[in-house]
């Protein structure tokens, strides 16, 4: 491992001691919350897997997957403020080449497919959008070369701070509901990456009703718990993270919610960049980067893993791979993620 990850696994297992009794294997009591289903808030449910001590389970009603108990909202609002977080990030926003290209590549897909959907004004703008969790900004400024009014919210402050170069005030450094952005006032609200991690789904749906115009157009991406590569590796994914992520959305959860919250689904796209060969064998070769005690597999299973993996490193079956394996998943309708449209159906009354 290189000095950045052996930095960022260290930070891991010394947030890891903070949270957990190493004597029981279960958070500390001062550090846990316990909680109903976030979709239909029943309180039964059953054990889905374990990680790092994590609990994940599976509502026994409505088939959501979620984090219990999970760290309450000071441990959590801790660990995002921590020497893990601050390592991680490093990454995550620099300026990496590679990342921006990817991340271009993304989000002119994400706007091409909002823009089948959002309604184009007659003097060309395409009228309010938010994002909520704007990272470094390379979403938000695709958007305003699409013709949008773009806003966003950022809890990060370096990252509000760079995204507030190119849009001023329209950039604010808080949550959702402390921006208190004015009833109808958006045509288009987009979350990547970012439903996974909300502590309250339905109370942000909530918001998000409020702010939303009618017929406003939402987009959310997430990772699919039903994908075939969350069927095959389960918690070894990176994405199986219990520090972070406490809610594994797939579409039926989604949509399900979406309803409850006066939204009705459009279309929901897969898509499984993740899921290749490579990647499959990866995960018996070597932990993630989000695990403290991984599985460990048995010698030979290793060596076999890494010597078949041998063979995806030529150019032309890695090419093969990347491009026809994704496929497979998609045409299931099992993908890795899942980038659900849907509009706003009616304003939501709370008492």
């Not at 009603?61 to 999970?70: A, D, I, K, Q, T």
């Not at 076999?304 to 993996?309: D, I, Q």
Request: hydrophobic fraction near 40%; proline fraction near 3%; aromatic fraction near 12%.
């Amino acid at each position: 491992m290189d000095n950045y990850e052996d930095r960022l696994k260290s930070a891991l297992i010394n947030q890891h001691k903070k949270w957990f009794d190493h004597n029981t294997r279960s958070l500390r009591p001062e550090h846990a919350q316990e909680i109903n289903c976030p979709v239909c808030d029943l309180a039964a449910h059953k054990l889905y897997f374990q990680k790092d001590w994590f609990k994940f389970v599976k509502c026994s009603e409505c088939g959501m997957v979620f984090l219990n108990p999970r760290l309450n909202e000071k441990a959590t609002y801790d660990f995002y403020n921590s020497e893990w977080t601050a390592i991680y990030n490093e990454r995550k926003f620099d300026a990496v080449p590679r990342t921006i290209k990817l991340d271009d590549i993304i989000n002119e897909t994400n706007l091409n497919l909002l823009e089948n959907f959002a309604d184009k004004r007659t003097d060309g703008n395409r009228g309010n959008l938010l994002e909520i969790g704007t990272g470094s900004g390379f979403f938000i400024r695709k958007a305003v070369e699409h013709g949008y009014n773009a806003y966003g919210v950022e809890l990060n402050y370096n990252n509000c701070m760079k995204v507030k170069d190119l849009l001023g005030d329209n950039i604010i450094n808080a949550d959702l509901y402390s921006a208190r952005f004015s009833a109808r006032m958006f045509d288009v609200i987009y979350m990547r990456d970012v439903f996974e991690h909300v502590p309250d789904p339905k109370r942000m749906l909530y918001e998000m009703n409020r702010i939303a115009n009618d017929g406003c157009v939402i987009y959310i991406e997430v990772p699919n718990i039903e994908g075939l590569i969350y069927k095959i590796v389960k918690e070894k994914h990176v994405c199986v993270f219990g520090f972070e992520h406490l809610n594994y959305w797939s579409p039926q959860s989604l949509a399900r919610i979406l309803g409850t919250c006066g939204f009705e689904v459009a279309e929901i796209k897969h898509e499984s960049l993740d899921f290749t060969l490579s990647r499959l064998l990866a995960h018996f070769c070597e932990a993630s980067f989000t695990s403290i005690e991984p599985v460990h597999y048995p010698a030979i299973v290793k060596l076999l893993a890494r010597f078949v993996s041998l063979g995806f490193s030529l150019p032309l079956l890695s090419t093969i791979d990347k491009r026809l394996t994704p496929l497979i998943a998609d045409s299931m309708r099992r993908g890795s993620v899942i980038k659900t449209i849907a509009r706003k159906t009616g304003d939501i009354l709370l008492i």
